[in-house]
């Protein structure tokens, strides 16, 4: 009775592992008979005249050794052997080279035996649950998950997922606005799966370009079901990112389906990656074009494009630099990134600007927010102020009336002094225009009068 009791108790601690560790019947059966082969191997030495019955549908097991029988005064190895005498007590038509099988209480072992039992159990119950734990993570490479905030660090995160398997969130692949409290349920992708000495370590990221992707996957049906390919992510975590989508249906704006009827398709995406920016713009194969694409808002005048060394010159308007560049060359960076182009970008001033000087060259006559004032309303280099109507200026800029005079009096000085002086026949016509009559011409009329003079006295 006491050996069933142990029996029954056995299978309940198993099924117990089962239901905690989500481990299949047939796995289960499996780890069971290797974990008593192992402790046979090693109270016996071997386990091969062993057979190992698992009976799931019963929860019960049963374990029979197999002996050859021998001569009673040949017996060597009680474990391999059996007498005569003993075989016939089993099996009472057996002879001397026979094998006899006989069924083991594993009870019988004793304590030790069972408690030995017990921790192999554990060990490679764990082991399995470790590799389990790997391969399914595995297979989420780049897909997103929704987890539990179980503990908050300095440097990372422990998250908890539905099954309460462990998941790390690095301080370096969150967004830096993140913040979250214990309980709070957080969306990551699964960025990667480290697996050093078997100790499985799932990373998350939600600053990867591929949860940017995945988002849109989920908000735009369109890209789900393939008729819409997102080409290319250029993405500054938290705060601006570009996308190139590509339509494969004539009929579908890819930039409209992705931003949606008055943005309700990306507002839920710039959420979830709390208030940053994105752009969605069309792809083309047209590398200049997509250059030029890819630095909107900015307008671009010409570009110069090195296929081979990916390189491309811009060149933009005084005015459009600034827009291309963007704040702390986060434009530029991301159409570098987007592209996977280095983009430089030059001013292009027209012939006739040639001779024009930037606003920042006044900058020990004008104060630096004055300029800074002008250059937001478009106005970067001393013509472009000059050529703008006084109350435009006064309006745009808002700057007071002194203000405005005094930079338009800097500025035009500047140009007065450069004014050449005219000269030659079209300065002779002038003369003649306004009534003066040249030195030449004086000479000339001084000797006719003497002339007449002449004339006058015959």
């Known amino acids: 009775m006491a050996k069933k009791v142990e029996t029954i108790s056995m299978i309940d601690t198993l099924a117990e592992f089962k239901e905690l560790k989500n481990i299949d019947k047939e796995t289960m059966i499996n780890v069971l008979e290797e974990s008593f082969r192992n402790v046979i191997a090693k109270m016996f030495g071997t386990d091969e005249n062993y057979d190992v019955i698992i009976n799931p ?14 001569a009673d005064d040949e017996l060597e190895d009680p474990n391999l052997q059996l007498t005569l005498t003993e075989a016939r007590k089993i099996d009472a038509d057996c002879e001397v080279g026979e094998e006899v099988t006989d069924e083991v209480h594993f009870a019988d072992f004793g304590r030790r035996a069972i408690l030995n039992l017990r921790q192999t159990l554990a060990s490679k119950i ?3 649950q ?3 734990l790997y391969a399914k993570y595995k297979d989420k490479i780049g897909t997103i998950i929704a987890a539990d905030v179980y503990q908050v660090w300095k440097r990372e995160i422990l998250l908890l997922d539905d099954e309460g398997n462990e998941l790390l969130l690095p301080k370096s692949e969150q967004i830096p ?12 992708i699964v960025q990667r799966v480290d697996n050093v000495n078997n100790n499985p370590k799932i990373i998350l990221s939600r600053t990867d370009k591929m949860f940017l992707q995945r988002l849109f996957e989920l908000e735009v049906p369109e890209i789900n079901d393939g008729l819409i390919t997102i080409k290319a992510i250029a993405r500054i975590p938290g705060e601006r990112a570009k996308v190139a989508v590509e339509s494969y249906d004539d009929r579908i704006d890819p930039v409209g389906a992705c931003v949606g009827m008055k943005g309700s398709r990306i507002h839920g995406i710039v959420r979830e990656l709390r208030n940053e920016n994105i752009d969605v713009i069309n792809y083309t194969s047209n590398i200049s074009l997509f250059i030029q694409r890819a630095l909107s808002p900015a307008k671009i005048s010409s570009i110069r494009v090195n296929e081979e060394e990916k390189k491309a010159e811009v060149y933009l308007r005084p005015e459009e630099v600034s827009l291309a560049i963007g704040k702390g060359g986060l434009n530029i960076k991301l159409a570098c990134m987007l592209t996977d182009y280095t983009i430089d970008v030059f001013r292009d001033i027209d012939e006739a600007d040639e001779e024009d000087i930037y606003l920042d060259e ?7 927010w004055v300029i800074d004032a002008l250059k937001n309303i478009g ?8 050529a703008t109507p006084r109350e435009e200026l006064i309006e745009r800029a808002d700057l007071e009336e002194s203000t405005v005079d005094d930079v338009l009096a800097i500025l035009a000085a500047e140009f007065e002094d450069d004014e ?10 002038e003369y003649e225009d306004n009534g003066e009559i040249p030195e030449d011409e004086a000479e000339n009329s001084d000797g006719s ?3 007449n003079n002449e004339k006058e006295e015959h």
């Open 362 to 368: 006044f900058a020990d006559e004008i104060d630096g």
């Open 379 to 386: 106005c970067y280099t001393a013509k472009n102020v000059l």
């Open 177 to 188: 606005s993140d913040f979250y409290r214990k309980g709070e349920t957080v969306r990551a």
């Open 130 to 132: 470790k590799d389990n």
């Open 449 to 451: 009068d003497e002339n």
């Open 126 to 128: 764990l082991e399995l």
């Open 420 to 429: 050449p002086i005219e000269e030659g026949p079209e300065a002779e016509e």
């Open 57 to 70: 549908e019963k929860g019960d097991f049963e374990i029979w050794r197999n002996r050859k029988v021998v």
